[in-house]
């Protein structure tokens, strides 16, 4: 796979986070939900990194560029690794589908050292209704979600939505040090093909980073950055 391969929302997503988390040089990363590996494999320039994914498709044709460790597992491969052995766990997209959340996090606490990272991907349920009813005009969904009931993604199922703060009852393990707002006007943009113009993509890219920072466009992001430190 070649980031040709990617779709640009995807893309713009990648670069967003890399850039939230450009402070990471020189450590041990756990990437656990990696996927096609497109971001285990850009730690993995100057980290030791290590990856955890269960789908087996994701890992055929996975970014393997640089030289990091993928396993092929679920969280029963956590239980492997000693006490404190990471500074970094990155965890993008995954708690919404996961079923034992608590437990995860838990392990986390436990592999991760003193004052290190947790970088958790999550779906924001207000930038959610905002697509459902300016892009797609899906009032049902989106009155659904009003409702605080769950969603659906078409590729991976089921949306079991949590609030930022919910992850510090999971475990109080952590506390929350920066909360970043992701994809919110990409989101909005219903001109398809403007979505191909790279000029087009840097500008947005731009825009979505200096609105990440602002409480204002965070609550209606698609997405939420959060970034966690283990006291």
């Known amino acids: 796979m070649t980031i040709k391969d990617i779709p640009p929302w995807e893309l713009l997503q990648k670069k967003m986070t890399w850039e939230q988390l450009k ?9 656990f939900g990696s996927g096609n590996g497109m971001t285990a494999d850009h730690f993995a320039i ?4 290590i990856a955890i994914e ?20 679920d969280n029963r491969e956590l239980k492997n690794f000693e006490d404190e052995s990471f500074d970094v766990i990155l965890c993008h997209n995954v708690f919404e589908y996961a079923g034992e959340r608590e437990k995860i996090i838990k392990e986390f606490s436990r592999i991760l050292k003193t004052n290190g990272y947790l970088s958790i991907l999550k779906h924001n349920r ?10 797609l005009n899906n009032f ?27 992850i510090l009852e999971w475990s109080d393990k952590f506390k929350i040090e920066r909360t970043l707002g992701m994809r919110t006007f990409w989101d909005l943009q219903q001109n398809q093909e403007i979505h191909k113009d790279k000029t087009w993509q840097e500008q947005m890219l731009k825009m979505e980073l200096l609105a990440s920072e602002l409480e204002e466009y965070k609550a209606i992001a698609s997405f939420h950055h959060v970034i966690l430190r283990k006291k």
Not at 23 to 31: E, G, P, S, T
Not at 46 to 49: A, E, F, L, R
Not at 126 to 135: D, E, N, P, S, Y
């Open 23 to 31: 402070f990471i040089h020189n450590k041990k990363v756990l990437d």
């Open 54 to 73: 269960p789908d087996e498709k994701m890992l055929w044709d996975r970014f393997a560029e640089n030289d990091y460790i993928q396993i092929k597992g």
């Open 46 to 49: 100057d980290n030791d990194v």
């Open 140 to 166: 049902e969904h989106a009155y659904k979600l009003l409702e605080g009931k769950n969603g659906n993604s078409q590729q991976f199922g089921k949306i079991n939505y949590y609030e930022d703060t919910e």
């Open 126 to 135: 207000a930038g959610r209704v905002m697509q459902m009813v300016v892009l």
